[in-house]
């Protein structure tokens, strides 16, 4: 699985030093909360959220979403002091063609915006402790499928 990151700069990507500082760090880091965000997300993608993934590929460059495409979004939510994860998916292509990360305070409308940018995709979220911000998107229009994880994962 190859997984490509934004280039670093400091403006909006400001966060990949950190975070790439983090998984090389790991496990001896201070925080381990991206990595465990990663692994689940890159688990995901392969299993509950996207069954028939092939590969995570992020370009660096802007996604330019196709009006004829169909694209579903795996969002991991924030708590109040850490960073959303966002993956756009395109389901005809088999691949990741957005990631985003994005702090607690504008999740919902960050959500709400790629999906309407993403021609109103479905979000798809784990079931459970966020239900709250999964029925405030529903309340904006966002159709959101909530997965249920086994008890295992």
Known sequence: MNVYLPALDNGTYAWVRDYVQELLTFPNAAHDDQVDATTLALNQLRGTLFPGS?????PVEQAKPSPERYYCIGWIPARADDNSTLLVY???????????RTSA????????????????????????????????LELKGVDVE????????
């Open 105 to 136: 305070e504008n999740q919902i409308t960050r959500v709400f915006q790629t999906s309407v940018t993403f021609n109103n995709a479905l979000v798809r979220a784990i079931d459970g402790p966020d239900e709250a911000m999964l029925y405030n």
């Open 146 to 153: 909530r997965v249920k994880l086994a008890r295992k994962n």
């Open 90 to 100: 395109d389901v005809e292509e088999n691949a990741v063609v957005h990631f985003e």
């Open 54 to 58: 092939r590969e995570c590929v992020v």
